[in-house]
Nanobody
Framework: QVQLVESGGGLVQAGGSLRLSCAAS????????MTWYRQAPGKQRELVAT???????NYADSVKGRFTVSRDNAKNTMYLQMNSLKPEDTAVYYC?????????????WGQGTQVTVSS
């Protein structure tokens, strides 16, 4: 089992910044990649940013240049630095981790953290 705990959400004005954290615990030795998703009210969950254990990253077009995903393998923690926040970034942000061993691969999810950006 893998446990994921997000933190760092909150209320911020447009143009502001927040930093989300996702701490992983449990059977984490084969976790790869780790991903941030978000879900706004009435919308489907969407991928925000992904980071591999080697540090490769991928971003949704809507957040490129504003968000930075990183991962501290020693602390088993993933981060999402969000700058220049916009009201359309308002959503519940979820941490996802894929455990590859033992097979088959399995996805784990955190409980989510609310990010609200006021205009």
């Amino acid at each position: 089992q893998v446990q994921l705990v997000e933190s760092g959400g909150g209320l911020v004005q447009a143009g502001g910044s927040l930093r989300l954290s996702c701490a992983a615990s449990g059977s984490i030795f084969s976790i790869n990649p780790m991903t941030w998703y978000r879900q706004a009210p009435g919308k489907q969950r969407e991928l925000v940013a992904t980071v591999t254990s080697a540090g490769y990253t991928n971003y949704a077009d809507s957040v490129k240049g504003r968000f930075t995903v990183s991962r501290d393998n020693a602390k088993n923690t993933m981060y999402l630095q969000m700058n220049s926040l916009k009201p359309e970034d308002t959503a519940v942000y979820y941490c996802n981790a894929r455990r590859n061993l033992p097979p088959p691969p399995r996805d784990y999810w955190g409980q989510g953290t609310q990010v609200t950006v006021s205009s």
